[in-house]
């Protein structure tokens, strides 16, 4: 089975500071990894995702993750964060076999400091 | 292309009551799925479907009912509503040849007093 574990509950962050949020998996075959955001009272939106190849996976809003297989990590950093990415960040894997079923972590919630 | 669409987006039941949260997709998907959401738990996996006719359990299936007698339709059915449930309903679709391309439904959010 696999599993996921975003290891901050909350992280709190001063504005244009850059930042990680820590995400890691279990799982006993191969994996696709995903971060999401969620905005107050708002739907999920895609972020980024690691498929296959290159580790640096860049997305929208200035985000990056690095897949490492090794640590089975997918952390998400920003170099310099915005009062607008405020929000609540989900790390979500799916494995290559079966229903490739979308496993979500608890989630991180970013807040932005002025 | 309306995508997913959910209904209702709001909704307040009493204990014991019934329901149906819809959800459709008009892009011809194959699989179709139901999360919760609650504060420190994320999306937890209720039910999922492969295909018109065919439906398994996921992570928390208790308390809930589904049924996919079309493609497009995948209703959630809370046969006796308890505040437990009380929660954020997304739902989920994609195609099974593009197994990393879903597309999430707006939420519903559910109230049980």
């Known amino acids: 089975a696999q599993s996921v574990t975003q290891l901050d509950s909350q992280v709190p962050v001063f504005e244009e500071a850059p930042v990680e949020l820590r995400c890691n998996y279990s799982?006993?075959?191969?994996?696709?990894l995903f971060w999401y955001v969620q905005y107050p009272n708002q739907g999920l939106q895609l972020l980024l995702k690691y498929l296959s190849g290159s580790t640096l996976v860049k997305g929208i809003n200035g985000f990056e993750a690095e897949f490492n297989k090794s640590q089975t990590s997918f952390h998400l950093r920003k170099p310099s964060v915005h009062i607008s990415d405020t929000a609540e960040y989900f790390c979500?894997?799916?494995?290559?076999?079966?229903?490739?079923?979308?496993?979500f972590g608890t989630g991180t919630r970013l807040t932005v400091i002025p | 292309n309306a995508g997913v669409t959910q209904t209702p987006k709001f909704q307040v039941l009493k204990t014991g009551q019934s329901m149906t949260l819809q959800c459709a997709q008009d892009m011809n998907h194959e699989y179709m799925s139901w999360y919760r959401q609650d504060p420190g738990m994320g999306l937890r996996l209720i039910h999922y479907s492969v295909g018109a006719g065919i439906t398994d359990q996921g992570e928390v299936p208790n308390g809930y009912n589904v049924s996919r007698s079309t493609t497009e339709d995948f209703p959630l059915r809370l046969l006796s509503a308890a505040p437990s449930q009380t929660s954020v309903y997304f739902c989920a679709s994609r195609l099974d040849s593009a197994p990393n391309t879903i597309y999430f439904g707006e939420g519903s959010w559910l109230t049980v007093v």
């Open positions: 979500a894997v799916s494995v290559y076999t079966g229903a490739n079923n979308l496993f």
């Open positions: 799982s006993s075959v191969s994996v696709y």
